[in-house]
């Protein structure tokens, strides 16, 4: 009886396993079945233009190549040069290879199928420490370079001296060396006392920029930070004047100190009045962990991603691009960051370049190494600091990252992986829409999605976030937004008349940032006009009541025709409206042209009387105006702020020869950026948000209608039809939608950090 009731429970138990199991697949089948399948990665349409080999004569050298070059310039012994890390300055140091790009008209005749491939060429920048000059190479033809020409002269219509130099990281290496063994351990009291810093502790230098105050000078102000998170934001209030103009360093000295707001002429004088307590002391307080990026709540909820839904819109091949409408290729300057060439819009080009220039800041402090600080970033290299972007936080989850290498202060070329970043994006409002309420009820829109390349450079304590952006509407956008942390001074009595206090004894110091950019248009050819446009109100009698008179607004057009007239101030009124124009017309009659509309917020630029004006003298205009000369290829130059009381590029000369610029090849150079005065919510970091400025190109008269009426992101909805799939993809996406195919997170940005150690491949 036992044994037949087991059988029995042990039946039933099967019968329920069974039961359970039928069930549980049912319901992952459900689960599985309403799981969207995976996006496809395949083309849902193809390239309205076909990519052309021909925009490789913009591209960035390769890895090969700079090697070659290297190989190549190393190989001519009466040159003597050194390719390591910690050249000496008292050596003869290879410090740069950068693509040398060839002349306009050369290029334009090979584009457009009237003319030979132009030579492909590197510039290459020597340090010639022993012989007490810089020189500048054309180097060439690559791959395989059998010539290289000085053209140090033509380029800067003198020579350059060897103190016009960048410092280079063997330079700092020996810095460190000499402060630690003429400052430091000459200090150790004070240095305990007042900084906490002893044999496994140490202070972080920042210098102070332009090195002196005239000609020749190499004198810097190395103000001292606490060696922590957000080392900017953490002065200690200990900065040392070092004299090391020349390249040996056994010349070198200390000029002057600076402690707690006063000046002493030694280390022995500071170290004296310190011992015997008659001067004010620093004392040590362990300091907040204010400066730290670390996340100080715990990760609940994923963000927002934008993901494509489809295919990819955009088709990139070497440096070039085609997205819709769009042509154009891309790279990156070591020197001076982003750039576009041969910018094409329904095939016809609208640009040849457009490119970063300069980005400049002066700061205001009563410390000694804030008080002349002026930075020129290319001097030390704006696309040099482009390191690897982060997936889903500096660029979208789904873009397309590029891989760049550089040489500049390196022993051999290093790879930036991921450094570039290509996405499309919505923006998340309409580019045009209207509801029709009163007459033909209707509704029509169009999604505001646009191709973008980034990159983000990191110069120092400032992060740069540079945007090239294309428009369906034909506009095209150079943006800037500023990121990263303040620079700092150590709070003193009058501190406060050049910022606020944003930490314990820490001062934001105020300070301007100004960015230039290179728009070298070409609408319809290269045989242009520039012209502006404004209103003004006229008092106008009214036809049908002539007693009575009103303020109607008036257009007032204007040619400017010399590049004098075309250099408009900053402390002019400037007319709202700014064009480079073609003779042809539209269907309407009016010039077909091409819109500058800068977004702005700069301080005011130096004063011209200073000595220092002249090495960034793009800053005195808005925009400016000239015709196109391949020897003014660039507003500044890696020396100009090294040698920025002789700058070799005078941006101001380029206008003194006051050219004619009717039926001419038009350049504008234009100047954004913002005033920065540094407040509390700038710690731990500035936030992009309205930190930056743009210039706008856009379309005026080019057209006879807005180009993106043809664009197949438009919706069009009339009563009864809002469901039609036909005029309103939006209608169908629900039934279509696909589950994105995300790519793997990695992160290798810090194999490409700044080096003071002798290495090589």
Not at 37 to 48: H, I, L, T
Request: charged share 25%.
């Amino acid at each position: 009886m036992m044994v037949e009731k087991k059988n029995s429970l042990l039946k039933w138990a099967l019968i329920a396993l069974l039961i359970f199991s039928v069930l549980l697949n049912i319901i992952f089948i459900c689960l599985h079945s309403n799981r969207a399948p995976k996006c496809s990665r395949q083309g849902a349409q193809s390239p309205r233009a076909k990519h052309d080999e021909r925009s490789q004569v913009f591209a960035d050298l390769t890895r090969e190549e700079y090697l070659q070059v290297q190989r190549y310039m190393v190989q001519q012994k009466d040159l003597d040069l050194s390719t390591s890390q910690i050249t000496k300055p008292s050596e003869n140091f290879l410090f740069l290879i950068d693509l040398s790009l060839p002349k306009k008209k050369e290029v334009l005749a090979y584009l457009d199928g009237r003319g030979a491939k132009p030579a492909r060429e590197a510039t290459v920048v020597v340090f010639y420490g022993a012989r007490g000059h810089i020189k500048e190479y054309v180097v060439g033809p690559l791959p395989k370079p059998t010539y290289h020409k000085d053209v140090t002269v033509d380029r800067y219509k003198s020579s350059l001296p060897i103190n016009a130099r960048t410092v280079t990281s063997g330079e700092y290496v020996l810095l460190f060396s000499f402060l630690e063994r003429e400052v430091f351990s000459k200090l150790p009291r004070l240095m305990k006392e007042s900084f906490d810093v002893d044999a496994a502790k140490t202070l972080q230098g920042f210098e102070q920029m332009p090195r002196g105050v005239r000609s020749k000078d190499r004198k810097t102000w190395i103000s001292f930070f606490r060696d922590m998170s957000g080392v900017y934001i953490q002065p200690v209030g200990f900065e040392v004047l070092v004299y090391h103009d020349s390249v040996k360093e056994s010349d070198w000295s200390v000029q002057k100190l600076y402690y707690n707001g006063q000046y002493f002429d030694s280390v022995a004088e500071l170290r004296d009045k310190y011992d015997a307590g008659t001067m004010k002391k620093i004392v040590h307080q362990n300091p907040e962990d204010y400066g730290s990026l670390r996340p100080r709540s715990k990760l609940r909820q994923v963000g927002p991603q934008q993901l494509n839904l489809e295919a990819r819109r955009f088709s990139l091949s070497g440096n070039q691009v085609l997205y819709l409408d769009w042509s154009f290729a891309f790279g990156l300057s070591a020197l001076t960051g982003m750039r576009v060439f041969d910018v094409r819009f329904k095939g016809e080009r609208i640009l040849y370049e457009l490119s970063v220039q300069e980005s400049m800041s002066v700061y205001g402090s009563v410390t000694p190494g804030m008080m002349i600080t002026k930075f020129l970033d290319s001097s030390i290299g704006i696309g040099r600091f482009a390191h690897e972007l982060v997936r889903g936080v500096d660029c979208p989850h789904d873009a397309v990252f590029v891989d760049t290498y550089r040489y500049m202060d390196v022993p051999a070329p290093v790879k930036y992986p991921n450094s570039i970043c290509i996405f499309e994006a919505n923006s998340g409002q309409p580019l045009r829409r209207h509801f029709s309420d009163f007459y033909q009820h209707s509704y029509g829109g169009m999604a505001n999605s646009a191709l973008v390349v980034r990159t983000l450079t990191a110069i120092l304590n400032y992060d740069y976030m540079w945007d090239f952006i294309f428009y369906q509407s034909g506009s095209v956008e150079a943006k800037v937004h500023a990121t990263g942390y303040i620079s700092s001074s150590y709070l003193v009595d009058g501190s406060l008349k050049h910022g606020h206090q944003v930490a314990a004894n820490v001062l934001g110091n105020m300070h301007t940032h100004f960015v230039n950019f290179k728009v070298d248009l070409d609408i319809l050819g290269v045989k242009n006009v520039f012209q502006t446009k404004d209103m003004k109100f006229v008092n106008t009698s009214l036809p049908w009541m002539p007693e009575h008179h009103a303020m109607v607004p008036q257009l007032v057009e204007e040619q400017l025709k010399t590049e004098q007239e075309a250099a408009l101030r900053f402390d002019a009124k400037t007319p709202r409206y700014l064009h480079i124009a073609s003779n042809r017309t539209n269907r309407w009659g009016h010039n077909r042209s091409y819109r500058l509309q800068v977004f702005s917020m700069t301080g005011d630029p130096l004063p011209e009387s200073e000595a220092e004006e002249r090495a960034m003298s793009w800053a005195r205009y808005k925009v400016a105006i000239t015709k196109h000369k391949d020897e003014e290829r660039t507003s500044s130059s890696v020396y100009n702020l090294n040698n920025i009381w002789s700058p070799p590029v005078d941006f101001s000369s380029f206008i003194q020869d006051n050219d004619n610029i009717v039926d001419e090849d038009l350049v504008a150079w234009v100047t954004t950026g913002f005033l920065h005065i540094p407040h509390a919510e700038d710690i731990p970091n500035t936030v992009t948000v309205g930190n930056g400025g743009s210039v706008l190109l856009r379309p005026h008269n080019y057209f006879n209608e807005d180009p993106s009426i043809e664009s197949p992101d438009s919706v069009y909805l009339r009563p009864g039809t809002e469901n039609t799939c036909d005029s309103n993809r939006m209608a169908c996406l629900a039934q279509e939608t696909c589950s994105p195919v995300l790519e793997p997170f990695t992160y290798q940005g810090f194999d490409g950090v700044v080096r003071f150690d002798d290495w090589s491949e």
